[in-house]
């Protein structure tokens, strides 16, 4: 173990070498994540001059967009789905129902579902 005084840092000569490689890691993906970047832009710069022509203002007001409009798209899949399973678990506890007598529907619904499922 070594230690260095200016401001009481131990450190092995395993956790520099862990360290190192973690950097050589990171470097090369870093400059994998920038060349593929650049090639995006070259590309965009090719089919799409005009974005060129644009402010920086516009063109974040266009990349905040985009991630809005994808976001809420995400969200409405979503919210499609929970709203099948929804309908799926009210057929399926009305058949429980009717087979059983037993009105599950009725106590999940007051408990799990905050609108009325359709049958």
Not at 50 to 70: G, H, M, Q
Not at 78 to 87: D, H, I, R
Not at 104 to 117: S, Y
Request: hydrophobic share 35%.
């Amino acid at each position: 173990m070594l230690s260095k005084s200016e401001f009481e840092l131990e450190f092995t000569v395993e956790s520099i070498k862990e360290h190192i490689a973690y950097l050589n890691k990171k470097k090369r993906e870093l400059t994998a994540q920038k060349s593929l970047e650049e090639a995006k832009m070259e590309n965009i710069k090719s089919f799409h001059p005009e974005v060129l022509e644009l402010t920086p203002e516009k063109r974040n007001a266009i990349a905040l967009y985009d991630a809005a409009e994808t976001m809420a798209k995400a969200c409405e899949e979503g919210l499609e789905n929970v709203m099948k399973q929804f309908a799926e678990y009210a057929i399926e506890l009305k058949d429980i129902e009717e087979q059983t007598g037993i009105k599950i529907l009725e106590e999940v619904k007051e408990e799990k579902f905050e609108e009325e499922p359709s049958v």
